[in-house]
């Protein structure tokens, strides 16, 4: 029964790979494409240009908080100088945790924006591609255990991207 069943599996894989060398397959490295398109280098620059306000506010109350850390430690201040001192404390840190949060949200949910239309503007690419070149079957990289580089199309990819 067994050498039915390997025979069997043998004579598939024999079939199989008779077929499959009418096929035109290509693989694509979609991380790479997400690191190192231009749509992708010039959404990562907006977005830092984006927030850069933000990021130097949350900056300035870091500086101001580490004043008020540093005049605290003094031994020179009257008590109710340093309740004042330590209130304000209190309250800045109170608004560093509340900045940091909005911008961390807001951060994230517009680079989430900029990646589905950076994907979306790939798959395009890659159906393009695929289309002129006469590709049957695309492959992403992080699903295959093995693949030759003759068949990355990752690079035409890019430039394609780059282009528009």
């Not at 959404?43 to 870091?62: C, D, G, H, V």
């Not at 990646?115 to 979306?120: H, P, S, W």
């Not at 289309?131 to 890019?158: A, C």
Request: charged share 35%.
């Amino acid at each position: 029964m067994k050498r039915v069943l390997c025979w069997c599996v043998s004579l598939i894989l024999v079939s199989g790979a008779a077929v499959a060398a009418d096929y035109k397959i290509a693989v694509v490295d979609v991380d790479r494409i997400m690191r190192e398109s231009g749509p992708s280098i010039r959404a990562t620059k907006k977005l830092e240009k984006e927030f850069e306000s933000r990021r130097n506010e949350m900056q300035r109350i870091t500086t101001q908080g580490k004043a008020l850390e540093a005049l605290l430690d003094k031994n020179g201040l009257h008590e109710a100088e340093r309740k004042a001192k330590e209130r304000e404390l209190v309250k800045l840190n109170q608004d560093f945790q509340r900045l940091q949060r909005e911008f961390n949200e807001d951060r994230n949910t517009r680079m989430n924006e900029e990646i589905a239309a950076i994907q979306e503007r790939a798959r395009q690419a890659i159906k393009q591609i695929a289309e002129s070149e006469k590709y049957d079957l695309v492959f992403q990289e992080n699903e295959i255990l093995f693949r030759s580089s003759r068949i990355d199309i990752t690079e035409k990819v890019i430039k394609l991207l780059g282009d528009k």
